[in-house]
């Protein structure tokens, strides 16, 4: 299952991570976001030595929000050393994640 990252780990987490690193801005009441849960624990068992999924919950924590200027849940940010190299708003498919991911891999 994925970390549940802050604006107080993010830093260490994700911007510092050797990996290439998903963030999942989602919300507990969101549909989508509960959908897309199990395709990203998939993902991240799948690369588990490759890469790594991590969450932000958008209800507390608006300033990693509004720093990377997400606007709907879910949404997913693909960082790789430090910095954001894609993203995807919306349920999507396993396929057009792992596109993403392997790219960056």
């Given at each position: 299952?994925?970390?549940r990252v802050?604006?107080?780990?993010?830093e260490?987490?994700?911007?510092q991570?050797?990996?290439?690193?998903?963030?999942?801005?989602?919300?507990?009441s969101?549909?989508?976001?509960?959908q897309?849960?199990?395709i990203?624990g998939?993902i991240?068992?799948?690369?588990?030595?490759?890469?790594?999924?991590?969450?932000?919950?958008?209800?507390f924590?608006?300033?990693?929000m509004?720093?990377y200027?997400?606007?709907?849940?879910?949404?997913?940010?693909?960082?790789?050393d430090?910095?954001?190299?894609g993203?995807?708003?919306?349920?999507v498919?396993k396929?057009?994640?792992?596109?993403?991911?392997v790219a960056?891999?």
């Open positions: 299952m994925a970390k802050s604006k107080d780990d993010f260490k987490e994700v911007l991570s050797e990996l290439p690193v998903i963030v999942d801005f989602y919300s507990d969101c549909i989508p976001c509960k897309l849960s199990p990203l998939d991240e068992d799948d690369y588990e030595d490759r890469a790594k999924v991590v969450k932000v919950n958008i209800n924590d608006e300033e990693l509004e720093k200027e997400v606007m709907a849940s879910p949404t997913l940010v693909f960082f790789k430090g910095e954001e190299k993203r995807t708003r919306g349920l498919k396929a057009e994640i792992e596109e993403k991911l960056l891999l």
